[in-house]
């Protein structure tokens, strides 16, 4: 929950220039896996991130990423649920360049808000849809979110490869028709990115290069 912001600094998969870049990486010896660029923003998407539940999805404003999992209320968590966040965080986004902590205090105003606040329920959630991330007050830069909201139906359908799914898309990963180059949205190098993430836990080498190279 951090109060500053920086502008992204990632590597671009596009065509030619990717390909002239290979020299340079293997002489470096960088390993480079992704086979697109589904970081928001790419040139599929605005540059500007928008709040409010159904828009795109921003990126964090920090690598360091407080996390809270709603404890009472309507959109309280069961055991359950609590331990598939954990699980996701921990298998699949801790070994990533992002640090994630637990907030247990959370803070829903002013400038150091806590950025990820899961929580169950179907309220708000179109009916076809499972869950959903979205972005609650902007961070400082054009492209973050200070505070994203990750809202996952009950009754069996808050699941691991769904966790991975959302947070994925609350630290900026995109579906695969707003990558660049542009994939089928059931490409399975998308991870759990994938759409439906049913079945699909890893959140695969292509997004975790993409979230290495820009946090």
């Not at 599929?44 to 360091?64: A, F, I, K, Y």
């Amino acid at each position: 929950m951090s109060v500053f912001s920086r502008v992204p600094v990632r590597r671009r998969v596009t065509g030619v220039v990717a390909m002239a870049l290979v020299p340079l990486m293997v002489a470096v010896g960088v390993a480079w896996a992704a086979v697109t660029d589904n970081m928001f923003p790419t040139e599929s998407t605005g540059s500007s991130c928008l709040t409010g539940m159904g828009n795109s999805p921003c990126q964090t404003d920090n690598r360091e990423v407080y996390f809270y999992m709603d404890s009472s209320g309507e959109y309280k968590l069961e055991s359950e649920d609590r331990s598939m966040v954990n699980a996701a965080i921990d298998r699949e986004y801790r070994p990533t360049d992002l640090a994630f902590h637990y907030d247990s205090s959370p803070v829903f105003e002013g400038s150091a808000e806590t950025d990820i606040i899961y929580q169950e329920g179907s309220t708000g959630l179109p009916d076809s849809v499972a869950g959903r991330a979205w972005c609650n007050a902007r961070g400082g830069a054009l492209y973050n979110c200070d505070q994203q909201y990750i809202r996952i139906r009950g009754n069996g359908d808050y699941t691991y490869a769904r966790v991975c799914h959302e947070t994925g898309h609350a630290v900026g990963l995109q579906h695969g028709d707003y990558a660049i180059p542009m994939l089928s949205k059931t490409d399975s190098r998308l991870g759990c990115l994938v759409t439906p993430s049913t079945g699909h836990n890893d959140l695969g080498d292509n997004n975790r290069e993409n979230i290495d190279g820009t946090y």
